[in-house]
């Protein structure tokens, strides 16, 4: 989502245990920030091709891209493949006209949305502000007042269908 890593590696690392030489233990490798938000919900920094295998066994539905760039090649056949739906939010940095933002605080700004995001989120689950904030501080590449104070002021009351309610909300 918020940082693009290119790697020549493959897909997953393998190495044979000592108590027997036929089978071999592949290395499952998550992508960088990834953490669980809820059940079935996780956040984490842009994938590549090393995080795959890993990415395949929580056999995600869909995936929130939030990012001004497309999605990469790579990802694209891996979420076809994987019949995985991509809901793309093209989300730019604050670039004031004639000044060049470098691609990395692009990146942070895409990390401070998901933060806000998931500590809205974790207001509707009725987490203390103190749990909120410990984990957006935990995540976040510059910690932003103004982050948190929007947090603290979010309406706990959304509407939604309860038929559709998740069970960890």
Not at 12 to 30: A, C, F, G, R
Not at 39 to 68: A, E, Q
Not at 77 to 82: A, E
Request: aromatic share 10%; net charge negative; with cysteine.
């Amino acid at each position: 989502m918020t940082l693009e890593l290119s790697s020549n590696v493959n897909n997953t690392s393998t190495h044979k245990p000592s108590n027997s030489p036929d089978d071999e233990v592949k290395i499952m490798v998550p992508p960088l920030n990834f953490a669980m938000v809820a059940p079935g919900v996780y956040r984490s920094g842009h994938p590549n091709r090393k995080n795959f295998p890993f990415l395949k066994k929580l056999k995600l539905k869909s995936i929130i891209y939030l990012s001004s760039d497309e999605v990469h090649e790579e990802l694209s056949q891996f979420v076809n493949d994987q019949n995985i739906q991509v809901f793309h939010y093209k989300i730019d940095g604050n670039k004031e006209p004639f000044i060049e933002i470098e691609q990395k605080e692009i990146s942070n700004a895409l990390v401070k949305v998901l933060g806000c995001l998931v500590g809205c989120l974790r207001k509707l689950q009725k987490w203390s502000l103190t749990s909120i904030f410990h984990e957006y501080r935990r995540f976040a590449v510059t910690k932003v007042l103004a982050d948190q104070e929007f947090i603290e002021i979010f309406s706990e009351h959304v509407p939604y269908d309860p038929e559709f309610k998740p069970e960890w909300l």
